[in-house]
């Protein structure tokens, strides 16, 4: 039974089928034409020159009246791509700089450490330096007395050697006054030969204080040389550094 029944809808599919092959047989004729092309040509040109008219109009209309074109909003977006492209070079670049000046940052506080440190120590050699010249000078300063004291020995030496001169004419005159008798004059010779005892031993202890004063004299110039070559070692030092 469902077998004999008919579709509509078959029905309507075969009529829409006719009706398109008649449509593009009839299209098909009317466009296969000289005629029909030409008038197609001419129509889709001066189509072409109308929309350029027309948007030329609004173009001048759109910029008496400060209006914003597709032109317009198109060049916009592309600047903006454009500076957004720029922003994110100048974003790039300002990391670097940043990157760099954290680096010169660095490299300069570690000079200036290492700046820092060389004057304190300069300060230090010339602290150094300065108690070394004051010593120097106190050193220069004995040394002048030793000197002084020298030429006081010398003075000294020569006295004694005009002693043992009036010594050796004692003797003389003992040898002399051997043969006199006389008391008073024994006496005499006597009280003047105790003078001349004491007097020896007088010379006695400046020889002693003589010997003293060398022996100083000889441990001067030796921290003299000491000091003088501390100068020398430490001046190479500083020019070393």
């Known amino acids: 039974m469902t077998k004999d029944k008919n579709d509509p809808f078959e029905g309507f599919k075969l009529i829409g089928e006719m009706w398109e092959k008649?449509?593009?047989?009839?299209?098909?004729?009317?466009?296969?034409?000289?005629?029909?092309?030409?008038?197609?040509?001419?129509?889709?040109?001066?189509?072409?020159?109308?929309?350029?008219?027309?948007?030329?109009?609004?173009?001048?209309?759109?910029?008496v009246m400060n209006i914003p074109t597709k032109k317009d909003v198109a060049n916009v977006a592309k600047l903006s791509v454009q500076t957004e492209e720029k922003i994110d070079i100048l974003e790039e670049q300002i990391w670097n700089l940043q990157d760099s000046i954290g680096l010169l940052n660095k490299e300069n506080?570690?000079?200036?450490?290492?700046?820092?440190?060389?004057?304190?120590?300069?300060?230090?050699?010339?602290?150094?330096?300065?108690?070394?010249?004051?010593?120097?000078?106190?050193?220069?300063?004995e040394l002048k007395e030793l000197r002084q004291g020298l030429v006081d020995i010398k003075i000294i030496q020569i006295n004694l050697q005009e002693l043992r001169k009036e010594m050796e004419e004692i003797k003389g005159i003992?040898?002399?006054?051997?043969?006199?008798?006389?008391?008073?004059?024994?006496?005499?010779?006597?009280?003047?030969?105790?003078?001349?005892?004491?007097?020896?031993?007088?010379?006695?202890?400046?020889?002693?204080?003589?010997?003293?004063l060398k022996k100083l004299f000889q441990k001067g110039k030796v921290k003299d040389k000491e000091k003088e070559k501390e100068l020398v070692l430490t001046g190479a030092g500083t020019t070393k550094s």
């Open 22 to 63: 008649q449509l593009n047989g009839l299209l098909y004729m009317m466009t296969d034409n000289n005629e029909f092309v030409q008038l197609l040509k001419v129509g889709t040109e001066s189509h072409a020159r109308y929309i350029e008219l027309l948007r030329k109009n609004q173009e001048l209309m759109a910029g």
């Open 174 to 212: 003992k040898t002399e006054l051997k043969g006199v008798n006389d008391a008073a004059d024994t006496t005499a010779i006597q009280k003047d030969l105790q003078e001349l005892m004491q007097e020896v031993t007088k010379l006695t202890d400046i020889k002693a204080e003589i010997a003293t």
């Open 109 to 141: 506080l570690e000079m200036f450490q290492e700046v820092v440190s060389v004057v304190k120590q300069m300060k230090r050699e010339l602290q150094k330096m300065a108690l070394e010249i004051t010593e120097t000078k106190k050193i220069q300063a």
